[in-house]
């Protein structure tokens, strides 16, 4: 619910209203604007009786929100929300930024190889899973712990912030240890006690889209992270699920404009997991910044064909450094444009 | 991996060879048969080097499986899985069975007189969620803790067999106190700490499949829960996410059959989440029963007009006990034919 | 456009606004109901200024029809359809059909052995494809006008009425000299010319529903036939295409009791090309009737390992038998319970 | 099948090969490389019996084809096809094409209005719907022959090339007659006899995808029409069917580079039909330039709020003259990177 207050109602108006709803039990959000005061009312569940509220001083009206989200919403927020992530900027029409790193954590050796490269070729964050979620539990799971700990030492040596998958509201604490930035991943997405848990820590989250989750979906799992206090989410698009097989997933790239329409945080794509085809990633991560994404994830590994996971869509070091290359050109045009 | 033994091979060689697959980090799951048997391998990650294993004495063949599951296959597991539901079994030609309920426990009036009436018409369990998982925040989340002392009332106060929902792997042990069978939601299909914890309790589990899960997904995730020791494990269908807008999802009843070709475990359907349409729950119990499901899982509430969540595809209390009637009878002619 | 009478209304004020709207350059279609008369507008594109209408004698409301058909639409027509194919009776609570027969047509022993044996199990309708509809063209696309004439012989000689594909509109002449009853392949449901071309005929239609369509562009398609006054439909649920690949298609079976509300036509099941896979025809079909279809279409062919298209999916001459007797206690006791 | 010579095989090998393929009833396409020739062998129904030509002098090998197209496939002709439209060259590292115009030909005012305004900012061709498909048969149809005329006249003062859709086969002399570009909708991408007219004429034909074809079956469409000996096809991504309902379709960008893999013809975008939204059109069109496109279609009309048919997604005049600055700039920017 959200009561829009008279562009003449008082400070004192405004914190008299957000009284009365914290005693009906609800938080109340005050959100500034330049003509006018909303407030925002949080934490009811289902329909709120507007009539004791309409009556007050400085009430202009009361809406009723439908959508299933409000915190995360740009008529919340107009401005873009910046994520801060060890001192990178994301969003807010700050240079996108490129995460490059393999699928799974495997190796001391291999984590810093591909730390160093990454960070060689201008990439601005390294990514890699140490709890890996796989279909059947008969296969490789991640080094787990061990992994955080390999991930630390390849971010010491190249300087590159951690971005690393968080998969239980338990290890969240262990993760945001070694972690710039905590992913939560496609399956775990409306994975609400693991939401929760992240909005309550003071590390900026990467939330993936679920594989068949609708944007309104997608939004409002973000809505629990913000309405636990955690504001600074990036989202990430990584293909959805369709009839299609050719590709491994559908990437679904008109989001990301939409996305910027409905909402003030910042929107990356990850078109590695999104096409699961070396060939296709290129041409995938220039379309999704040309599209106004705030930055891309791609797979990169020493050597893809020995990958304990997701080796076909793992770029090689000679394809991500052509790729930067690229990237740098495009971003200097569309950044100077 | 699957190592199948010679039909003369001795119990002694069985164990060697677990002891050896032991020894190479891995569990060894012998499966008797009446012909021969096998050990499934289970814990290792990717390939396992297997020219050990086919020097040593009784071993005929290894069979390298590629689908993601084993203990769940019918391969391994000819026989139909019975589940034990504090009395009522459930699959392998027992009498298909009917849980009835509220989708969210609302007050101990609404349960219980639920609860009786379900049990009056014939029911064998009562379902209703105390932790809800809801697409955002601002909505009814349900009544937790106090949700499961309710079920517990109307529970003993009917006789029948709780079934209800768990969320987080931390709160397993406390909704297991409560319920008979704990129900896995859709969206926690892939929750694979969640899965894990349910493998480790002593009571049977309600998979439901993910809104996008293929079947392969669906059985490799009961897999996890099978993996951790627990094998009381029944599968619900529960409709899919598809194009088609005209129902709530998508009811993908073909893969009864199928899954009784795959698997020895039971699968029932939930016609209610599946349609979203109270006209539709029960000619589409009713055709999930002659496509042979072990139950039915269908929602009644005393007033659906007022429920908190999913009124609109709630049975009235006449309309659950005209579908539990004409149910008896089609049940009556199936058992008979 | 529907515009309401009085219930008091006479036979003159239908008239004069018949007459009106035909000024208009509509077509006016009266429905007599128990209470009161409504005229259907038809031909309209877009919006019809109501202004004169409402004025005129008689006239209680119009409805703006938002829905994309009429004509087929149950609000229209509240009668059940019963569409008859050379005497045999399809729809509106008569006993369901069986339409048996090889998804092509080989040869005349291939056929005429089929159709026999379709007729002596109690079959009631032969099926069999001429013009082959192929994803490319470097395959077998039937026999065309001779398989048309095969059909004819099986047809003579076993007594079943024939169900064939017409494929383009100019060949609908032809294939309806052969036919008795016509279908419209599911790719082709949106072929508009070809339905306004098999609208013309005197023959009933078998419209199956297209690979990805809604159930509003389903009756939509629908009304294109009966728009060119023929109401002979009958619909035809053959599986829609979604993610999942472990069946050819995904059977939407809710869809059956859906239709059955909003339509008047008699909907039936092809549960051969929905789950390309022979172990599930006969559960499908066994659902499909207790679902409330007017019968089932099964692919039968005398030796499928040997067919040349779409044998995994076809049952053997055995197979078929003890389907029949399956499917004849089914309908014995759902015709009298 | 493909027949592979060895690379010192004559001309004599070649043709006696074509002369024995031709008297066992198919067609022979001899296929020269650098290296050695093949002969594609068409116009057989299944598998092709290849013992005698095994033996022939010059065989090297033979290839059953399982791909369901061979003449659209880069490995037939591993060259890009350059598609003509009156002088405007599609494809091939070609400057990309922009298509402009209405969803419909409304009147002449309308129609010339648009077309010299496109020709003005830039535009390379104009579009326009005299036949329209629509979903039911109340609603506008188009203008038909008159639509064609219209579209002739406005051709004529902007000297832009005409594209417009044909829908049946006994139209497409008709339509022929007005079109440089013949386009076949989604909605008839598997009208097979519709495909084999196209392949019959001498004008490009621009073939979209069907609202859920695999890529698989959009080439093995597009076959059809080079199986009759146009090879002027350019192929067109305009969205697919999905889950996903907040854009109208979900544009498949990722196909863009997949289709430039397998096949030599060109692939365009639409973006107004894919996302059905105004303000997704400008950055979607942007990213399929960048993702390899030979060009996009983009609706445009005068006034799109009273459009008679898709409104919503329609450029305004000031909004196309905008989109053509900033693709101009990009296609710069990426023709001389």
Not at 134 to 161: D, I
Not at 175 to 199: H, K, P, S, T, W
Not at 249 to 273: A, C, F, Q, R, Y
């Amino acid at each position: 619910m959200l009561i829009v207050m008279n562009h003449n109602a008082t400070q004192a108006d405004v914190d008299a209203i957000s009284r009365i709803v914290q005693e009906m039990g609800f938080r109340a959000e005050p959100i500034p604007g330049s003509e006018r005061t909303a407030i925002g009312v949080l934490g009811n569940h289902g329909y709120v009786d507007d009539s004791k509220i309409l009556e007050l001083p400085g009430v202009q009206r009361v809406i009723h929100v439908s959508k299933p989200y409000k915190l995360v919403s740009r008529d919340f927020h107009p401005e873009d929300t910046i994520v801060d992530v060890a001192g990178i900027k994301v969003g807010g029409g700050c240079r996108p930024v490129v995460v490059g790193g393999p699928c799974a954590v495997e190796s001391l050796e291999q984590i810093v190889k591909t730390a160093l490269f990454v960070k060689k070729c201008g990439g601005d964050m390294l990514r890699g899973g140490a709890f890996k979620p796989r279909t059947g539990p008969h296969t490789f799971q991640g080094l787990r712990e061990e992994g955080l700990k390999l991930l630390a030492v390849a971010g010491k040596e190249s300087g590159l912030p951690i971005v690393t998958e968080v998969m239980s509201p338990d290890t969240v604490g262990l993760v945001a240890e070694y972690a710039d930035l905590l992913q939560i991943g496609a399956r775990n997405m409306q994975n609400f006690d693991l939401l929760r848990e992240v909005g309550r820590i003071r590390k900026p989250v990467l939330l993936k889209r679920g594989m068949s989750a609708t944007v309104e979906e997608f939004l409002a799992a973000a809505e629990y992270i913000l309405a636990e206090g955690n504001d600074q989410v990036i989202l990430c698009e990584r293909g959805i699920r369709t009839f299609e097989t050719a590709t491994r997933n559908t990437l679904d790239l008109s989001i990301v404009p939409l996305i910027k329409e409905l909402s003030h945080l910042p929107i990356m794509v990850d078109p590695s997991h999104a096409t699961g085809k070396r060939s296709l990633v290129v041409p995938m991560a220039e379309a999704a910044l040309v599209a106004g994404a705030a930055g891309v994830l791609v797979e990169v590994h020493p050597e893809p064909e020995k990958a304990l996971s997701d080796g076909p869509q793992s770029l090689t070091f000679p394809g991500f450094e052509k790729m930067m290359n690229e990237i740098g050109q495009l971003t200097y045009f569309l950044q100077n444009r």
